[in-house]
């Protein structure tokens, strides 16, 4: 057994040398091994900047407003580059969450009723320490309406607080029903069409701070129902300004998009699984109304948005529900500034469904439209923690409308 042991030492060591002193000889050594490196590396530096790393497409209806973006906002006219070892759209959407940090945000937790007898958790960032706005009384607001199951704890949630908070701002993030640990006191969550808990949200948040300006920016869903409450309410609305990201315009797109093979197995199947889970959380109230054993048996968001959202809504069918719930077609009705962000590579909103064509014919709506950035990843940089395009423009863009707004009436 020694013996053994010995002899296998010995080969190991052996092969080990000869890997060193021949085959790296070899293939590096002659010039073809570095060569071949060197040639790959010049090829995908070409490929990157010739194909991948392009300027945006900014859409709008109106010069004006264009020309304010491009004035104020220099970062819709410069070239986004992605992060070159992970620039695919699937791939920025499935590493976001791992790789961008999460930076520490202390909230003061608030309840508020609605009509129904339900309550929505808000969470404030009222930021006291505010330089540049130290009067509470008019230090601007953001509020901030995260994705389908997200709550004020999301990377891309905490980096606009962290952006925020740099310029002197108060934030308040709109955590959908049941979503953040409380307690659902009725038979009911939340959906992209409905627009009552937004409504409710932004009435509390402008009779509580009546002279600070307020803005809001959503994402993913979130987004969804930004947009379609600004389409419903065109200039009836306490807001300045919106912004929205990665947004699914057209809901019948977006599930054809989500129920192909490979982004079933990676995206759809598990976010049908987190609104199981959401849903079975408050079984005890929902299944007075609801098949609850039914629902949890869906296996994509089409068979859990038949079986509950849809329902729950009071819609006839799924299909006057994502109809409902598609921004797209209602976009014209917006009368406030709103910038939209989305990725042409975005499995959750495809491409070919962007609202161009509306955004054309409405002076109030620019579609900032990147080759690359997946869904609400827009990661940048070598290695991309602790920003990125994404939060660029929002910073930018929050900024120049606060202190520049006044450019922007009558457009």
Same mark, same amino acid.
């Given at each position: 057994?020694?013996?053994?042991?010995?002899?296998?030492?010995?080969?190991?060591?052996?092969?080990?040398?000869?890997?060193?002193?021949?085959?790296?000889?070899?293939?590096?050594?002659?010039? %073809?091994?570095?060569?071949?490196?060197?040639?790959?590396?010049?090829?995908?530096?070409?490929?990157?900047?010739?194909?991948?790393?392009?300027?945006?497409?900014?859409?709008?209806?109106?010069?004006?407003?264009?020309?304010?973006?491009? *004035?104020?906002?220099?970062?819709?006219? =410069?070239?986004?580059?992605?992060?070159?070892?992970?620039? *695919?759209?699937?791939?920025?959407?499935?590493?976001?969450?791992?790789?961008?940090?999460?930076?520490?945000?202390?909230?003061?937790?608030?309840?508020?009723?609605?009509?129904?007898?339900?309550?929505?958790?808000?969470?404030?960032?009222?930021?006291?320490?505010? %330089?540049?706005?130290?009067?509470?009384?008019?230090?601007?607001?953001?509020?901030?309406?995260?994705?389908?199951?997200?709550?004020?704890?999301?990377?891309?949630?905490?980096?606009?607080?962290?952006?925020?908070?740099?310029?002197?701002?108060?934030?308040? %993030?709109?955590?959908?029903?049941?979503?953040?640990?409380?307690?659902?006191?009725?038979?009911?969550?939340?959906?992209? /069409?409905?627009? =009552?808990?937004?409504?409710?949200?932004?009435?509390?948040?402008?009779?509580?701070?009546? /002279?600070?300006?307020?803005?809001?920016?959503?994402?993913?869903?979130?987004?969804?129902?930004?947009?379609?409450?600004?389409?419903?309410?065109?200039?009836?609305?306490?807001?300045?300004?919106?912004?929205?990201?990665?947004?699914?315009?057209?809901?019948?797109? &977006?599930?054809?998009?989500?129920?192909?093979?490979?982004?079933?197995?990676?995206?759809? &199947?598990?976010?049908?699984?987190?609104?199981?889970? &959401?849903?079975?959380?408050?079984?005890?109230?929902?299944?007075?109304?609801?098949?609850?054993?039914?629902?949890?048996?869906?296996?994509?968001?089409?068979?859990?948005?038949?079986?509950?959202?849809?329902?729950?809504?009071?819609?006839?069918?799924?299909?006057?529900?994502?109809?409902?719930? &598609?921004?797209?077609?209602?976009?014209?009705?917006?009368?406030?500034?709103?910038?939209?962000?989305?990725?042409?590579?975005?499995?959750?909103?495809?491409?070919? /469904?962007?609202?161009? *064509?509306?955004?054309?014919?409405?002076?109030?709506? /620019?579609?900032?439209?990147?080759?690359?950035?997946?869904?609400?990843?827009?990661?940048?940089?070598?290695?991309?923690?602790?920003?990125?395009?994404?939060?660029?423009?929002?910073?930018?863009?929050?900024?120049?409308?606060?202190?520049?707004?006044?450019?922007?009436?009558?457009?």
């Amino acid at each position: 057994m020694i013996a053994l042991d010995f002899n296998l030492n010995f080969l190991t060591r052996d092969l080990s040398l000869y890997l060193e002193n021949h085959v790296k000889v070899a293939f590096f050594g002659s010039g %073809v091994g570095l060569s071949l490196v060197l040639g790959f590396s010049a090829a995908y530096v070409c490929y990157y900047l010739s194909s991948v790393a392009k300027k945006p497409q900014l859409v709008t209806g109106g010069e004006k407003f264009c020309h304010f973006l491009k *004035e104020h906002c220099p970062v819709v006219s =410069e070239t986004y580059y992605p992060t070159f070892w992970c620039w *695919e759209g699937r791939i920025q959407t499935l590493i976001r969450p791992f790789i961008t940090a999460k930076p520490w945000v202390e909230y003061r937790n608030e309840f508020i009723k609605t009509a129904d007898g339900g309550q929505i958790s808000l969470d404030w960032f009222d930021n006291d320490d505010s %330089v540049y706005y130290p009067d509470t009384a008019s230090r601007p607001t953001i509020l901030l309406l995260p994705g389908l199951t997200g709550t004020s704890r999301e990377s891309y949630i905490l980096h606009m607080i962290q952006q925020s908070d740099a310029l002197g701002y108060r934030c308040v %993030v709109l955590n959908n029903r049941g979503v953040s640990g409380e307690r659902l006191l009725t038979p009911r969550t939340y959906c992209a /069409a409905n627009t =009552e808990d937004l409504e409710t949200v932004i009435d509390h948040i402008q009779s509580t701070h009546s /002279a600070a300006p307020l803005l809001a920016a959503g994402v993913s869903m979130g987004g969804m129902i930004l947009a379609n409450y600004l389409c419903q309410k065109g200039r009836e609305t306490s807001l300045r300004a919106a912004a929205v990201f990665s947004a699914a315009w057209d809901v019948f797109e &977006s599930t054809a998009s989500l129920e192909k093979p490979l982004n079933r197995f990676l995206f759809n &199947s598990y976010l049908t699984s987190c609104l199981q889970a &959401s849903v079975n959380r408050h079984r005890q109230i929902l299944e007075k109304l609801f098949d609850i054993d039914h629902v949890m048996k869906a296996k994509t968001m089409r068979e859990f948005d038949e079986r509950f959202t849809s329902i729950m809504f009071g819609y006839a069918t799924n299909k006057e529900y994502y109809k409902a719930a &598609s921004p797209c077609h209602k976009l014209k009705s917006v009368q406030i500034p709103v910038l939209c962000l989305n990725a042409m590579d975005d499995v959750f909103s495809p491409g070919h /469904a962007f609202p161009v *064509e509306a955004a054309k014919q409405n002076p109030n709506v /620019a579609l900032l439209l990147t080759s690359h950035g997946g869904h609400i990843g827009f990661l940048e940089g070598i290695w991309p923690r602790h920003s990125t395009y994404m939060d660029r423009v929002f910073k930018q863009f929050m900024q120049t409308v606060i202190e520049q707004g006044s450019e922007l009436e009558n457009l």
